[in-house]
């Protein structure tokens, strides 16, 4: 695996960290912040659905840095192929289905590091 794709899928990791921490521990703080045009009422009723969706997203970070642990080239890389895919496909679900931005913050990441890892 280039260096490249491993800059990538490390950035892409601690970004799902990142939202694991937002959504399972600071909804109802951070989140506000965040998710501006989300009604305020709604963050305290919404807390376990957004910590599920925050353990989601631990899990999709846990497969990407597992990846660097595989020797194997060829596992690591349908290793870490595979969550990027899965990163790529909920970031581009989430554009179509909640906002656009979320496809910039975690399709397209997900896109370009598929790209370098396939080129690698």
Not at 78 to 83: D, H, I, T
Not at 90 to 112: D, E, R
Request: a positive charge; charged letters at 10%.
């Amino acid at each position: 695996m280039s260096l490249a794709a491993q800059i990538l899928i490390g950035f892409i990791a601690v970004l799902h960290i990142y939202i694991l921490w937002f959504e399972m521990f600071a909804w109802t703080t951070r989140g506000r912040k965040v998710f501006r045009s989300f009604p305020k009422e709604l963050f305290e009723p919404t807390k376990p659905m957004a910590a599920n969706q925050g353990l989601y997203n631990g899990f999709l970070a846990a497969g990407l840095i597992w990846s660097f642990f595989i020797k194997d080239v060829q596992w690591q890389t349908n290793v870490a192929l595979f969550f990027l895919i899965c990163v790529a496909i909920a970031g581009i679900f989430g554009a179509l289905t909640a906002s656009k931005k979320i496809f910039f913050v975690q399709g397209l990441p997900a896109l370009l590091a598929i790209l370098t890892l396939l080129l690698s």
